[in-house]
């Protein structure tokens, strides 16, 4: 095998790594529409990961992956399929370990969002530290529950809390 062709192998598409997301869903049947705000949040967050993530399964090599994000009986469901759709595996995850860090993401978005209309910028600017200190709580409580099972940069942690917090949203 050519070099360059081996690269390939090992990358996918020319330039794309195999150890990512390729494609990104929240399971219709655990979420309802949301507000604008949320609406936005969920198109932002899957826009993001598509762009750039970085999703490894130890020991496998079956990547790009595709994930339908769910609520599977009160658990988080990760299920993850090849990009053609292929399954590979489903993870759940209690989603105890994250009541108590959605509960206050919950009160300091909705905190966030009013501010953004009536607030002065240092006020926002406080609100939104706190948020972003919360998330980044949140991702890295993701990064060790996934542990073993699926790996995960921060950023991609992250923006994948974004849609695990779009789940709580449900109609």
Same mark, same amino acid.
């Given at each position: 095998?050519?070099?360059?062709?081996?690269?390939?192998?090992?990358?996918?598409?020319? $330039?794309?790594?195999? &150890?990512?997301?390729? *494609?990104?869903?929240?399971?219709? *049947?655990?979420?309802?529409? $949301? &507000?604008?705000?949320? %609406?936005?949040?969920?198109?932002?967050?899957?826009?993001?990961?598509?762009?750039? &993530?970085?999703?490894?399964?130890?020991?496998?090599?079956?990547?790009?992956?595709?994930?339908?994000?769910?609520?599977?009986?009160?658990?988080?469901?990760? *299920?993850?399929?090849?990009?053609? $759709?292929?399954?590979?595996?489903?993870?759940?995850?209690?989603?105890?370990?994250?009541?108590?860090?959605? =509960?206050?993401?919950? @009160?300091?978005?909705?905190?966030?969002?009013? *501010?953004? =209309?009536?607030?002065?910028?240092?006020?926002?600017?406080?609100?939104? @530290?706190?948020?972003?200190?919360? !998330? &980044?709580?949140?991702?890295?409580?993701?990064?060790?529950?996934? %542990?073993?099972?699926? /790996?995960?940069? !921060? /950023?991609?942690?992250?923006?994948?809390?974004?849609?695990?917090?779009?789940? !709580?949203?449900?109609?």
């Amino acid at each position: 095998m050519k070099a360059e062709a081996k690269q390939e192998a090992q990358e996918g598409a020319p $330039g794309r790594p195999r &150890n990512r997301l390729a *494609a990104v869903r929240l399971d219709e *049947a655990s979420i309802g529409r $949301g &507000n604008p705000d949320q %609406e936005h949040e969920r198109a932002i967050a899957i826009y993001d990961i598509l762009e750039e &993530n970085v999703f490894i399964i130890p020991e496998r090599d079956a990547g790009p992956y595709g994930l339908v994000l769910g609520l599977v009986e009160n658990k988080l469901s990760f *299920a993850i399929s090849t990009e053609a $759709g292929e399954p590979v595996m489903t993870h759940l995850l209690s989603l105890t370990p994250f009541r108590r860090v959605i =509960r206050d993401y919950e @009160m300091i978005c909705e905190s966030y969002y009013s *501010a953004i =209309r009536t607030a002065s910028p240092t006020q926002i600017e406080a609100i939104d @530290m706190g948020r972003r200190g919360l !998330h &980044n709580e949140a991702s890295e409580l993701l990064r060790q529950r996934l %542990e073993g099972k699926v /790996d995960l940069d !921060h /950023d991609t942690a992250r923006r994948l809390f974004t849609l695990i917090f779009a789940l !709580h949203w449900k109609g």
